[in-house]
T-cell receptor, first 117, second 114 residues
Framework: AQTVTQSQPEMSVQEAETVTLSCTYDTSESDYYLFWYKQPPSRQMILVIRQEAYKQQNATENRFSVNFQKAAKSFSLKISDSQLGDAAMYFCAYRSDSTSGTYKYIFGTGTRLKVLA | DSGVTQTPKHLITATGQRVTLRCSPR?????VYWYQQSLDQGLQFLIQ???????AKGNILERFSAQQFPDLHSELNLSSLELGDSALYFCASSVLEGRTDTQYFGPGTRLTVL
């Protein structure tokens, strides 16, 4: 069975600095998708970035980028120029690929990011 | 705003009662997922529907059931409620087409069982 592990329950970063959140996963599948979701105090789940396992190029969305290491089964999120609004819980998620239309999403336990002014 | 709506936002009820949570997916999305998030916990997948049919089941209790209607909205029914059922319940929707499928989450329904 697939698992997703976020080993950092909490992280802090100074405003304007860079922080990296870690995520590792375990799977026997070769094709899958990985996601980072942000959950601010409002509790809304917001998609931050998505990575297809078959793509070697790391995904980037403005200040957010990932370091995807398929062999190591590692998927870290880098936030550059951190802003106060980045303070939130961040969840890493794995989605299996499927031809049957049944997609299984597995979420990590989350990392709480604090941004210090 | 993800385009996924959930009602009600908050629900307070007593043990032993039954409640219904409602979700309307984004326009064009055929698939609906339900998740439970207990306090300071990650998301636990409950169940997935696609175009009215159940597609996948996760850690859903027998006291819980769901359905997706012809207009694609979905309802999650929770019965014989216990204190431990207090949680945030999320609905997410996706197109469920091809490899680029991505879930978009609603704002959640906070259920408090007293």
């Amino acid at each position: 069975a697939q698992t997703v592990t976020q080993s950092q329950p909490e992280m802090s970063v100074q405003e304007a600095e860079t922080v990296t959140l870690s995520c590792t996963y375990d799977t026997s599948e070769s094709d899958y998708y990985l996601f980072w979701y942000k959950q601010p105090p409002s509790r809304q789940m917001i998609l931050v970035i998505r990575q297809e396992a078959y793509k070697q190029q790391n995904a980037t969305e403005n200040r957010f980028s990932v370091n995807f290491q398929k062999a190591a089964k590692s998927f870290s999120l880098k936030i550059s120029d951190s802003q106060l609004g980045d303070a939130a819980m961040y969840f890493c998620a794995y989605r299996s690929d499927s031809t049957s239309g049944t997609y299984k999403y597995i979420f990590g336990t989350g990392t709480r990011l604090k941004v210090l002014a | 705003d993800s385009g996924v709506t959930q009602t009600p936002k908050h629900l307070i009820t007593a043990t032993g009662q039954r409640v219904t949570l409602r979700c309307s997916p984004r326009s064009g999305d055929l698939s609906v997922y339900w998740y439970q998030q207990s306090l300071d916990q990650g998301l636990q997948f409950l169940i997935q529907y696609y175009n009215g049919e159940e597609r996948a089941k996760g850690n859903i209790l027998e006291r819980f059931s769901a359905q997706q209607f012809p207009d694609l909205h979905s309802e999650l029914n929770l019965s014989s409620l216990e204190l431990g059922d207090s949680a945030l319940y999320f609905c997410a929707s996706s197109v469920l087409e091809g490899r680029t499928d991505t879930q978009y989450f609603g704002p959640g329904t906070r259920l408090t069982v007293l």
